[in-house]
């Protein structure tokens, strides 16, 4: 995912310059992924691979951990659970697809059914606090809701103790310590990020949370429905709704420790999901962390409540069929991958050889290649007619396209991301206060942008960019337009879809469509030169 960069970006700054930066090398957090970026910045120091290899093989390192300990947990608490559970998450589509992203998800689920081992050992006497203290860091470092999660997920244990007090082992003063423990993580969290930062949540979440509380759960719900009404994955929504309410009525009747715990951790995130409003990307990614924890409440009803081996497999079965179908269908609707053997048509002068693996090898990255073939020489040439002022650039996509132009011309770009995620230029405007948080970050365009530069000049000196980037979709073409009636000339267009070759898999098509737009006056700098139209039409 083209997200991926922007965690990317803080990792490497962090590796060469020793401070957490963010492109124009201020102290905004502008990644969500707080631990992610420290391993990586740890790796690629002590490598030199590169952040964006070390990120990919990371995350599948984190995917493959996640089944190990999975299998050794369920062992721990019925062995018949071990196959079905090892089964379901090895095929689960949405884990299977993000352990390939590059991104958070699968390192934080690994955590996540840590956390709950963890806490089921502590709460048994069978491990000490020190374990709980750090599995709580690690968790509620990766990212910025664990804070909340972590916090409401051990009062959530309180709560479930006292209803079962007289049923169990367990001393109030682990549990006591427990949440203690999970305030004071929290705590020191933010006392962290407010000292370094200056903020007490990362970029994203200022551009993101402070939406209607109630149009925020309906969307969630919506995230959800997308999920239950999907016919392809009817029977492992059915397994992991029955569990969960398996669960609920028998939590005081007998149900394993070790199950309790995850299903408090997976009902919490499970809220979050929902009062967040969801997620926008493919395949589920907030369902991610919690994957492997409703896995294993699905394998440990199928294996109470069926008692027959045979018929326990032919669930199993049905189950991974259904999987494979989803993975399948995936392909051609919604998955951005690519298979390994397969080649992008790009040009010899896109330099497509430059990029890791996994950028050549993820389709929403291949669209950026091209882009940043054109983007390259006209940076340094803009830079070199005027090197005394930094380039201003505003972009819809701060991905790949802005790791790589700060990488080789660092501090010579101010990047503005009109969504607000990665700079403090408009989340910190008074004129834009009024704008909506979405879950893509500022609810804003252009065309707002032209009509309110002057008080966004007076009230906050941000003055119009000398070069944008940004898509060129058709649910997005009021921006460019209204670049263009303020005179910004569009020096560099893509559109169509770039092919891979062979490939007899169902591959979705992925649009081309972005652009370079520049200022007048820097196309008057540049000699007003052809804008120049790139169509990929299955080819080049």
């Not at 969630?220 to 992991?240: E, H, K, M, N, Q």
């Not at 309790?260 to 369902?287: E, Q």
């Not at 294996?303 to 199993?316: E, G």
């Not at 942008?449 to 944008?468: K, S, T, W, Y």
Request: with cysteine; glycine share 8%; hydrophobic share 50%.
């Amino acid at each position: 995912m083209d997200d991926a960069h922007i965690s990317y970006w803080s990792a490497w700054v962090l590796a060469n310059k020793g401070e957490i930066l963010n492109y124009n090398l201020e102290r905004v957090e502008q990644s969500s992924a707080l631990l992610q970026v420290l391993l990586l910045a740890l790796l690629h120091k002590a490598t030199s691979i590169s952040v964006v290899t070390i990120g990919h093989l990371l995350t599948i390192f984190a995917a493959l951990s996640t089944i190990v300990v999975l299998a050794r947990f369920s062992a721990g608490i019925m062995r018949e659970m071990v196959f079905p559970a090892v089964m379901l998450l090895s095929t689960a589509p949405f884990f299977v697809y993000w352990a390939y992203g590059g991104m958070e998800g699968p390192l934080l689920a690994l955590l996540l059914l840590s956390m709950a081992i963890v806490w089921q050992w502590f709460v048994e006497k069978k491990s000490g606090i020190q374990w709980v203290f750090l599995l709580s860091v690690l968790v509620q470092v990766s990212r910025p809701e664990m804070l909340v999660v972590c916090c409401v997920s051990a009062i959530v244990l309180g709560v479930v103790f006292l209803a079962m007090r007289e049923d169990t082992a367990w001393q109030a003063k682990r549990i006591l310590a427990l949440v203690a423990i999970q305030f004071g993580v929290a705590a020191m969290v933010l006392a962290f990020r407010f000292s370094f930062f200056g903020d007490l949540w990362p970029q994203p979440v200022s551009a993101k949370a402070g939406g209607d509380l109630a149009a925020n759960v309906i969307l969630g719900l919506a995230y959800i429905r997308a999920v239950i009404v999907d016919p392809v994955l009817c029977f492992s929504v059915l397994l992991t709704l029955i569990a969960s309410a398996y669960v609920v009525v028998f939590f005081r009747r007998g149900l394993h420790p070790g199950i309790l715990m995850v299903a408090i951790i997976a009902f919490t995130y499970t809220a979050f999901i929902v009062s967040s409003g969801g997620d926008w990307m493919a395949a589920g990614r907030f369902w991610v962390p919690v994957v492997p924890l409703y896995t294993l409440m699905s394998a440990y009803v199928l294996i109470r409540c069926v008692p027959s081996r045979h018929w326990q497999n032919v669930a199993v079965a049905v189950l991974v069929v259904g999987h494979i179908t989803y993975l399948w269908r995936g392909v051609g609707t919604d998955f951005n991958g690519m298979p390994l053997w397969s080649i992008a048509r790009l040009l010899p002068e896109d330099e497509a050889a430059r990029y890791s693996f996994f950028e050549r090898h993820g389709r929403e990255h291949l669209h950026d290649i091209p882009t940043l073939a054109f983007a390259r020489p006209l940076v340094a040439r803009i830079n070199s007619l005027r090197p005394a002022q930094p380039l201003r650039v505003m972009v819809g996509q701060a991905g790949m396209v802005m790791y790589y132009l700060n990488q080789e011309f660092p501090g010579k770009l101010h990047v503005t991301d009109r969504n607000g995620l990665v700079d403090r230029t408009l989340t910190g405007c008074p004129v834009a206060t009024a704008l909506p948080r979405t879950r893509n970050g500022l609810g804003n365009g252009y065309e707002w942008m032209v009509n309110h530069r002057f008080e966004l000049a007076n009230e906050c000196g941000f003055q119009m960019p000398d070069l944008i980037f940004d898509i060129d979709a058709a649910w997005n073409r009021r921006n460019a337009d209204a670049l263009r009636q303020q005179g910004y000339v569009l020096v560099y267009q893509q559109r169509g879809h770039i092919s891979v070759d062979p490939s007899f898999m169902p591959l979705r098509k992925i649009g081309a469509s972005q652009y370079l737009a520049v200022s007048p006056e820097i196309y008057s700098l540049l000699g007003s030169p052809e804008p120049i139209l790139r169509i990929f039409d299955g080819g080049t």
